[in-house]
């Protein structure tokens, strides 16, 4: 089994930062790029960013220079840290890893549950 877990999400005051986290764990041969994704009430899911196993990114515009994505490949792990949020990235933000499971013979997409965050004017 493998399993994508985010953390981090909360409520915050507009200008203020969180950082969110994202662990993917099990029976993994490989995970290749990683990336955040949100989905405000209303609205379709759109991405924020994503980051290769080698640390290429890509931004939408919406948050290129406020938003960092990185992410540890020893732990499987990609992080999301975010400043001077506005109310408008309020969302529940997912997580989506490109993962090579083990005994596997092409990548699948796996999907976090989603941690919400709230930015108050």
């Known amino acids: 089994q493998v399993h994508v877990v985010e953390s981090g999400g909360g409520s915050v005051q507009a200008g203020g930062s969180l950082r969110l986290s994202c662990r993917a764990s099990g029976f993994i041969l490989r995970v290749y790029d990683m990336g955040w994704y949100r989905q405000a009430p209303g609205k379709q899911r759109e991405l924020v960013a994503t980051?290769?196993?080698?640390?290429?990114?890509n931004y939408a515009d919406s948050v290129k220079s406020r938003f960092t994505i990185s992410r540890d490949n020893i732990l499987n792990t990609v992080y999301l840290h975010m400043n001077s949020l506005k109310p408008e990235d309020t969302a529940v933000y997912y997580c989506?890893?490109?993962?090579?499971?083990?005994?596997?013979?092409?990548?699948?997409?796996?999907w976090g549950q989603g941690t919400q965050v709230t930015v108050s004017s």
């Open positions: 980051i290769t196993s080698g640390g290429n990114t």
């Open positions: 989506k890893a490109r993962i090579l499971k083990t005994g596997a013979d092409r990548w699948i997409d796996y």
